[in-house]
């Protein structure tokens, strides 16, 4: 596929791409995707699985429609998961030797609010954040696309919905699909407000963007939103003040604190690493 352009026109993108690749996380990835479609006003998940294109012998044929490989494991788990909570999704196979730029493109071309995928490794060496996931991340950094990485988790009803959150594009991602899953699953939301020395901000003097951020919340949400700030700039305290089972965090602020990717703590609890679409 051709290069991702970075001119787009701002039309009004609604719904979720989910891209699949492993059986075994597509249920905690797609009850997110569930709870995050408004099913009055957007189209279902869009589900998105990537076959390595196999490569072909100069002077050979590509194997015809009869002898291709059945559908991928994880599209048919994605599929008998929402057809089992009465959802029929739009899910696509993909022959595919570039996933990121063909998430990315399938995104575009779908018109879709967010992409959601599940977190993995390196293919080698030390790093924590596999390449696909990075891709993926770097490319919609500019576009009117939000991405969310689901590091862990299964796929229990929520009861508590946390965000850390503050008044940039990863904030407002973090807020907004915090308050999709909440209001969806009749969950609470407790938004974090990340504290800033420099801006003053704190329990009694919080940011004048963020303080229209949670009016906004509380008008939709009514008694399920609830607010506080984050005492300090630290995963251990993000940690402390965040109990319930799912934790959204901008990806900004996952980095600064040095957010695990590939541990979080309590291995039943779900974090989403968010970047907000610019």
Same mark, same amino acid.
């Given at each position: 596929?051709?290069?991702?352009?970075?001119?787009?026109?701002?039309?009004?993108?609604?719904?979720?791409?989910?891209? =699949?690749?492993?059986?075994?996380?597509?249920?905690?990835?797609? &009850?997110?995707? @569930?709870?995050?479609?408004?099913?009055?006003?957007?189209?279902?998940?869009?589900?998105?699985?990537? $076959?390595?294109?196999?490569? =072909?012998?100069?002077?050979?044929?590509?194997?015809?429609?009869?002898?291709?490989?059945?559908?991928?494991?994880?599209?048919?788990?994605?599929?008998?998961?929402?057809?089992?909570?009465? $959802?029929?999704?739009?899910?696509? &196979?993909?022959?595919?030797?570039?996933? &990121?730029?063909?998430?990315?493109?399938?995104?575009?071309?779908?018109? =879709?609010?967010?992409?959601?995928?599940?977190?993995?490794?390196?293919?080698?060496?030390?790093?924590?954040?596999?390449? $696909?996931?990075?891709? #993926?991340?770097?490319?919609?950094?500019?576009?009117?696309?939000?991405?969310?990485?689901?590091?862990?988790?299964?796929?229990?009803?929520?009861?508590?919905?946390?965000? &850390?959150?503050?008044?940039?594009?990863?904030?407002?991602?973090?807020?907004? @699909?915090?308050?999709? #899953?909440?209001?969806?699953?009749?969950?609470?939301?407790?938004?974090?407000?990340?504290?800033?020395?420099?801006?003053? !901000?704190?329990?009694?003097?919080?940011?004048?963007?963020? #303080?229209?951020?949670?009016?906004?919340?509380?008008?939709?949400?009514?008694? @399920?939103?609830?607010?506080? $700030?984050?005492?300090?700039?630290?995963?251990?305290?993000?940690?402390?003040?965040?109990?319930?089972?799912?934790?959204? #965090?901008?990806?900004?602020?996952?980095?600064? !604190?040095?957010?695990?990717?590939?541990?979080?703590?309590?291995?039943?609890?779900?974090?989403?690493? =968010?970047?907000?679409?610019?």
């Amino acid at each position: 596929m051709e290069e991702v352009s970075q001119q787009m026109t701002a039309t009004h993108r609604r719904g979720v791409l989910v891209a =699949v690749a492993n059986p075994e996380g597509v249920a905690p990835l797609m &009850a997110i995707a @569930l709870a995050a479609t408004d099913p009055v006003d957007e189209p279902p998940p869009r589900v998105l699985a990537l $076959v390595p294109q196999p490569d =072909v012998a100069a002077g050979a044929e590509a194997p015809s429609a009869e002898a291709q490989a059945p559908p991928p494991l994880a599209l048919t788990a994605a599929i008998e998961y929402a057809r089992a909570r009465g $959802v029929t999704i739009d899910a696509h &196979a993909t022959p595919s030797n570039a996933p &990121a730029l063909d998430i990315i493109n399938a995104a575009r071309s779908a018109e =879709v609010g967010w992409i959601l995928l599940g977190y993995h490794r390196a293919a080698s060496g030390g790093d924590t954040l596999g390449g $696909v996931v990075r891709q #993926v991340f770097l490319k919609a950094k500019e576009l009117p696309i939000n991405v969310g990485a689901f590091i862990q988790g299964t796929d229990r009803p929520f009861e508590r919905v946390f965000a &850390a959150i503050d008044a940039g594009p990863d904030g407002r991602a973090a807020l907004e @699909l915090g308050a999709r #899953v909440a209001r969806n699953n009749r969950s609470k939301l407790r938004a974090l407000l990340i504290s800033h020395d420099e801006l003053a !901000i704190s329990a009694t003097q919080p940011d004048a963007a963020l #303080v229209d951020m949670i009016h906004d919340a509380r008008a939709r949400m009514g008694r @399920l939103f609830q607010a506080d $700030v984050l005492t300090q700039r630290s995963r251990q305290q993000l940690f402390r003040q965040s109990p319930g089972r799912l934790l959204i #965090v901008g990806k900004r602020f996952a980095d600064e !604190i040095g957010l695990p990717l590939d541990e979080a703590p309590d291995g039943d609890r779900c974090v989403i690493v =968010v970047q907000g679409a610019h």
